[in-house]
């Protein structure tokens, strides 16, 4: 089973064998892509999200400055792709909507598709320019000073990383936007990513816990899929051509989204409600007879 480490390995050389891992499927697929359209860029895009999830793990270890830096190194790699993986996603989250709804937006979709395609030939080569950066990246986390950490560490950052769920959940009950939305959904998913990798210690506990934050992560996915698809929307209102599809889709994106948080933060209620020192404490039982 992949992105976990194993009770029998070094510590240090299992969370290095993941950065690796994470990085040579990255560089495997812009060597040798998809071809389902859309797939190599969300696929490349979801191997750098587990990998920062991974490198968060030792920070405590490495340092702030030298996470924050390599931190950043991997979302410019992001960065190389992001316009044209939200042109997909839009076209995407609007042919869902359409096949499930029943409904036809013809020049909605059609103007999607063309902003989809002038992407795609503006950013065609980006794999050339992100292979020798992830390399890069590979090389210099391998030299990453990782021989003292332990699973007391590594536990301590997944028990932050669930508090900070706790009070970006408390802020979208408040404020309730769709940036309010997304930031939580950011810590729910590096925090399914973390719990994936601590599997080893009791698979039975720690797979139901990372089974409810994969399912919140994926309602507050589909939500900020349609406020993003809305917000691109709102920049064509003064299009007298699209008016009525606009309006009609619309209306359609502000139901359904406004059903997914409902139920998003009503997951999210139960999911979050124990405090932070149980959860730190309920993960941490298990590595009493452990050692790094």
Excluded at 40 to 46: I, L, P
Excluded at 130 to 152: C, D, N, Q, Y
Excluded at 229 to 257: C, N, P, S
Aim: net charge positive; glycine share 6%; charged share 35%.
């Amino acid at each position: 089973m992949g992105y976990c480490l194993k009770l029998r390995e070094p510590l240090a050389d299992g969370l290095k064998r993941i950065f690796c891992e994470e990085i040579d499927a990255a560089v495997g697929l812009c060597r040798h892509p998809a071809k389902q359209r859309g797939v190599t860029v969300h696929e490349v895009r979801k191997h750098l999200k587990k990998l920062r999830a991974a490198l968060r793990l030792t920070k405590n270890e490495v340092g702030k400055n030298r996470s924050a830096s390599e931190d950043r190194c991997l979302r410019e790699i992001g960065r190389l792709v992001s316009d044209l993986r939200d042109a997909h996603v839009r076209l995407q989250t609007l042919i869902q909507l359409r096949d499930d709804a029943d409904q036809q937006f013809p020049r909605i979709e059609e103007l999607l598709s063309m902003e989809r395609e002038s992407f795609s030939a503006a950013f065609a080569g980006w794999q050339k320019q992100a292979i020798p950066k992830l390399k890069s990246a590979g090389e210099r986390l391998l030299k990453w000073p990782l021989a003292g950490i332990t699973w007391k560490q590594i536990c301590g950052v997944v028990a932050k990383t669930y508090r900070r769920g706790q009070v970006r959940l408390a802020k979208a009950l408040k404020k309730r936007d769709p940036e309010s939305f997304h930031v939580w959904r950011m810590s729910v998913k590096e925090l399914w990513y973390q719990l994936r990798i601590l599997r080893p210690l009791n698979r039975l506990v720690l797979e139901e816990i990372a089974s409810g934050a994969k399912t919140l992560g994926e309602l507050l996915g589909r939500g900020h899929d349609f406020a993003f698809l809305l917000a691109r929307l709102d920049k064509e209102r003064g299009d007298q051509a699209l008016y009525d599809e606009l309006v009609q889709l619309q209306k359609l994106i502000r139901k359904r989204g406004k059903r997914l948080h409902r139920d998003a933060l009503e997951l999210g209620r139960r999911f979050y409600a124990e405090p932070s020192k149980a959860f730190a404490k309920r993960i941490s039982i298990f590595i009493d007879n452990r050692k790094s």
